[in-house]
């Protein structure tokens, strides 16, 4: 069963829907100061909640002390729906832009919070913008529900399309009771961090302790009084005027240069970055009554990668992971899963061989037995040069001897580059699509092979189609590694509400997330039960995934004191 919620003027109307989305009698009208009251009346097993956004939505529920099980987040769904292949022909993928097309994230706009490159997966406007006012009646969400299940029903694969939708809706409810829920932090620890690091605090504006004294150092060796060591300009032309031919004041290329400059210089450097993302004021402004109440952006990547709008929640150095500390009495069970892209490739080109180089060990360590290459470094470099096309270094000079041993897995990568450079789209395993380029993209490529072109034109448009290329490549590795982390997460919700129910910070609960790592928060009694349900629900995963072709996705648990420890 279904109940859709729409916000009306003086409170909710309540509709019930049938799987189709067809209105199963009169709405119900409920007061806005008895919502949460009437949802924890009605949630039940096999109620699926309908709303427009669960953001603006599941956090009164939360406050309240309830929960829900299930829900379909009408905004994210319509996302995926809009741009997904399989749905291409539906009139909810035809129409023109409308409301649900403008609808923004409840929380601010994010940034560039993710592993990798993800810069190339940021999504567009339409999803990072923020309502200047929360809708009342602008749209109809038993019509978007209804035309959601019509294109999922009239789509090539409805079932994979279904998980999916169920995936993100889920990923949904698990970021705003990770928001709400918080992640423990000892103030008292991670102010001892940074003045080990930085020295005593000291007002903002004001370089601490330690950066004055590297400063002082730096401006000797680089005999530059006036130098400022955190203007990069600036460190750059002192650099030069020393003698030494650098292009940037990056980590990998002053490392190359023999001066007594350097290692104070990128001292300096490693503690100004503490100071600057998780310093006092970053301290100051999130962490609340012993808590981090990060801002995640479910899909906030069009590979379906979350983001981060605020904290830096998918960025946490390890110098301050000592602060992550649990309650007393409580554990943290933290996981994450190994060479989680080379498995989900594996699977996805039910190729055999790779599979097998990672059954009950490391990968890379079976890529080695395999013959293929002679080193663990080798077979990380060839597989991230396979997934991320590299073609130069030693990474994709190995990417030929990989071919030979896996030839399933990187024709399916070489399959993915070579639709990007023609301008096609690809696929996730569920669905999820990849976005088409520009309009204004494929205008260029075609001008520059008409006859008002030129060679430099020519070899501009491959060299943009060649980039785009890698971009579809490592999409369809990258998002369906999403998927699976989504159905990891979502299936141990599932296993942690039914054994533990209740207010959700009362028993074992999610507290981090972060592409292929979570972090449960618990009470030390219920640890090992914990791990069971983590390393479970990974299981199911898989085979939600990848039905019974024999590949493992294997975790690396530890139950610990604080998040240092665990890594």
Known sequence: MHIVLNRVDGGTLATVVSDAGTAQGAPVHVAAAGLPAWIAAHEAPGVRWVWDDTARWYPQVLAAGGRVARCVDLRLCHRILRTAVATASSPLATAPDGWWDDLGEATPAPRADALFDDSIFASGPSS????????????????????????????????????????????????AEMRFGGLPWRVDVHERILEDVLGPRVPYGVRPRRLEELAAVLRERLDDPGLNPDSPADVLRSLRRAGLVVDSTRKWELARHDHPAIEPLLDYKRRSR?????????????????????????????????????????????????????????????????????????????????????????????????????????????MLGAMYGATQGEGGRLVPRLARAYPKALALVEAAARAGERGEVVTSRLGRTSPAPSPDQLAAQAHAFSAEGSPALERAARSRARSWGRFTRNFVVQASAAEWALSWLAGLRTRLMAEWPGPVTAGPHLVFFLHDEIMVHTPEGDADRVVEHVRAAAADAGRLLFGDFPVEFPLQVAVADDYASAK
Do not use: C
Request: hydrophobic residues 50%; proline residues 5%.
């Open 128 to 175: 990072t913008g923020r309502i200047a006012a929360d809708p009342v009646s602008a749209a109809d969400p038993v019509a978007e529900f209804r035309a959601q299940q019509e294109a999922v029903a009239g789509s090539r694969d409805p079932g994979a399309l279904r998980l999916l939708l169920a995936a993100e809706s889920a990923g949904a409810l698990v970021a």
């Open 274 to 382: 503490l100071l600057t993302a998780n310093g006092w004021t970053w301290l100051d402004e999130w962490i609340e009554d012993g808590r981090f109440h990060p801002e995640y952006v479910v899909g906030g990547v069009v590979s379906g990668r979350w983001a981060a709008s605020g904290g830096g929640a998918l960025q946490l150095p390890k110098q301050i992971r000592a602060a992550v500390v649990p309650d007393p009495g409580w554990k943290l069970v933290v996981a994450d899963a190994a060479q989680l892209e080379p498995r989900v490739l594996a699977a996805l080109a039910q190729d055999r061989a790779m599979a097998e180089a990672g059954r009950g060990r490391d990968l890379y360590d079976g890529v080695v037995a395999s013959g293929a290459v002679e080193t663990r470094q080798q077979a990380k470099g060839a």
